[in-house]
């Protein structure tokens, strides 16, 4: 598509921005009008004159999209604890594959038999009880969609200056999946739960022995014991045989090859919620117990590091999410917060879900400043960074959630800025 002006193309906003309807009524013609950031060209032989490879017992990617994995990040003096980052940019809807789900561990990956495996209820509780993996596996089970970030992700954006690496790198610690598992509600139910139980001390069964303080009406309210991820059995570095899912709470509390919830009146005030999790404030105090993730979006292409081959009609898009409930609006603005027109959601928004957003953009090479923002049911509205910061000061380290911008210049060459 050229420089030309095009009447297909009503504009919503500044710089290139088209009325998201246009997706519903022109998508189908403009759909041969879409670029694409840059991609290598694929070699393969004629699939046609070549005979396919067998069957498999389990499939696998193709060997064409290797670049789709994980970036792995992990600590030299102890290859067992770091994070490896979800390439948010590569993938498209709102379900993330097993194999891509982010990891973070603390002193590697157990390797648990779930015949030895127990989940055992103590402490204000009438009745303790230890359930195997098989008992488990009898009981009613739910399924709810609903994404897991770890409470450090994005962090880099506390930085003074914005990091040029691909975007998955520095908000990748997020993923979102169909878990499938045992509502906690019925468990406690089942052991008796002492009215003046308000905490439950959740631990895993790893060599760090993670331990994380939960309070009981998250428990009573939507959380599961998770034993399914997508469809299948979790996988051992999300936390097999099972883990705590706690929908919208950040990812550190959702206790991986959970073996132990112990019922009690007060937290246990364990390393993860004083030393980590903490956090200093411009008045002295420090933020605790923060434990629902906050609204945010993330325009995931165009994003950092690609570029713009030719001019003409780009999909912005990406995705929003929130803990405390539903995402009803995400804005959209090519001139740096100048203006802003609402992205198109796709259907169906649930809860405390990723959601995925788009617009169409008409790029013609000028400069611009790419930024989305999001809000939720609750009405908050995600921050510009000098908002937050701001409010939070500059010692933050956990659940940034401020607007993430990017700068494109006339060569379509697209980097990270502030601002």
């Keep these: 598509m050229g420089d030309e002006k095009d009447t297909r193309l009503p504009p919503a ?4 921005l088209i009325d998201r309807r246009t997706l519903l009524t022109g998508g189908a013609a403009l759909g041969a009008a879409f670029c694409l950031p840059r991609a290598a060209p694929a070699q393969t032989p004629d699939p046609m004159r070549v005979a396919g490879s067998g069957f498999v017992t389990y499939g696998s990617p193709s060997v064409h999209e290797q670049r789709t994995i994980r970036y792995a990040s992990s600590n030299p003096m102890a290859p067992g604890n770091g994070i490896s980052y979800t390439p948010l940019h590569r993938l498209e809807g709102t379900i993330v594959p097993n194999g891509l789900h982010f990891e973070r561990h603390h002193n590697g990956v157990p390797d648990i038999d779930p015949a030895s495996h127990r989940l055992t209820i103590h402490g204000k509780v009438k009745r303790p009880l230890a359930f195997s993996v098989d008992a488990l596996l009898r009981y009613p089970m739910q399924s709810r969609q609903c994404f897991v970030e770890c409470g450090g992700n994005s962090n880099a954006g506390w930085n003074d200056e914005p990091l040029q690496t691909a975007t998955s790198n520095i908000h990748g610690m997020v993923a979102n999946s169909e878990w499938t598992g045992v509502p906690v509600a019925i468990l406690l139910d089942e052991a008796g739960l002492d009215p003046a139980a308000t905490w439950a001390v959740a631990e895993g069964r790893d060599a760090f022995a993670l331990t994380m303080s939960v309070p009981v009406t998250k428990l009573l309210d ?19 045989p099972m883990r705590l899912l706690l929908p919208g709470y950040e990812g550190v ?45 993330l325009i995931t292409s165009p994003s950092t590091g690609m570029v713009l081959d030719e001019h003409g009609l780009y999909e912005v898009k990406g995705l929003a999410w929130s803990g405390r409930g539903k995402i009803v609006r995400v804005e959209v603005s090519a001139d740096g917060g100048k203006s802003w027109t609402d992205a198109a ?18 790029w013609q090479g000028q400069p611009a400043v790419l930024k989305s923002r999001a809000t939720d049911e609750t009405g908050e509205v995600q921050p510009e960074r000098d908002v937050l910061i701001a409010k939070r000061g500059k010692h933050g380290y956990f659940h940034y959630n401020a607007v993430v911008s990017y700068a494109v210049d006339e060569d379509g060459f697209i980097s990270h800025v502030y601002g």
């Design 13 to 16: 906003a500044g710089n290139g």
């Design 222 to 240: 939507d959380a599961l014991i998770a034993l399914y991820q997508n469809g299948e059995r979790i996988r051992p570095e999300n936390g097999y």
């Design 253 to 297: 509390t959702q206790v991986k090859w959970l073996h132990r919830l112990q019922l009690t009146d007060q937290p246990a005030m364990a390393r993860n919620e004083t030393s980590r999790y903490t956090e200093l404030q411009p008045d002295g105090t420090a933020r605790q117990f923060t434990l629902e993730i906050e609204v945010k979006s």
């Design 345 to 362: 959601l796709d259907g169906p928004v649930q809860a405390k879900c990723f959601t995925r957003f788009r617009l169409p953009w008409h």
